[in-house]
T-cell receptor, first 114, second 112 residues
Framework: NAGVTQTPKFRILKIGQSMTLQCAQD?????MYWYRQDPGMGLKLIYY???????DKGEVPNGYNVSRSTTEDFPLRLELAAPSQTSVYFC?????????????FGPGTRLTVL | GDSVTQMEGPVTLSEEAFLTINCTYT??????LFWYVQYPGEGLQLLLK?????DKGSNKGFEATYRKETTSFHLEKGSVQVSDSAVYFCALGSTSYGKLTFGQGTILTVHP
């Protein structure tokens, strides 16, 4: 049981480039989330999904897109990368949306945009 | 809207010292409260949680009590170890799509 996996671990992009951050979970969780963590700050929610084919915006969605074609995978797409997107990105999943459930986090992707 | 405020860090302690990290929250309704820990180079993992007022969450010697009257969820440990060095996040769980609202995190460093 691998839990939540993310690739790549590190990436450097040039301004204007695009990339996809991969996230997968093997716990059969319906709910998946993308957060970004800026230095000295808590995590901010970018997008979330309540199941395959259903996604919605979080607090800071601008500059990102997501899709959810399967229960297991929830990729995050950055279009036209900007320095403001330099951050550590975490994917998470949970069994339900009750607010009492534990979210399980991946190891993160450290992205630098130069 | 929901918000979480943690004590300013970083916190530096000697081994076996007593630890308190303060956390207060603002929320509508009856949220669940969590402490997550992030060890160097890793993702976040749940340390403990409490789902209703007066509940006490505990794990690995850490404790926190959900105090509705003071809207607080302070983290305590009686005797810290070097291996407790990490970043600690207080978070509030909403019934709205399970969203977590995080505090800014507190860096804890424990010296031998």
């Amino acid at each position: 049981n691998a839990g939540v996996t993310q690739t790549p671990k590190f990436r450097i992009l040039k301004i204007g480039q695009s990339m996809t951050l991969q996230c997968a979970q093997d716990m059969n969780h319906n709910y998946m989330y993308w957060y970004r963590q800026d230095p000295g700050m808590g995590l901010k929610l970018i997008y979330y999904s309540v199941g395959a084919g259903i996604t919605d915006k979080g607090e800071v969605p601008n500059g990102y897109n997501v899709s959810r074609s399967t229960t297991e995978d929830f990729p995050l797409r950055l279009e036209l990368a900007a320095p403001s997107q330099t951050s550590v990105y975490f994917c998470a999943s949970s069994y339900s949306s009750r607010g009492t459930d534990t979210q399980y986090f991946g190891p993160g992707t450290r992205l630098t945009v130069l | 809207g929901d918000s979480v405020t943690q004590m300013e860090g970083p916190v530096t302690l000697s081994e076996e010292a007593f630890l308190t990290i303060n956390c207060t929250y603002t929320a509508t309704g009856y949220p669940s409260l969590f402490w997550y820990v992030q060890y160097p180079g890793e993702g976040l993992q749940l340390l403990l949680k409490a789902t209703k007022a007066d509940d006490k969450g505990s794990n690995k010697g850490f404790e926190a009590t959900y105090r509705k009257e003071t809207t607080s969820f302070h983290l305590e440990k009686g005797s810290v170890q070097v291996s407790d060095s990490a970043v600690y996040f207080c978070a509030l769980g909403s019934t709205s799509y399970g969203k977590l609202t995080f505090g800014q995190g507190t860096i804890l460093t424990v010296h031998p």
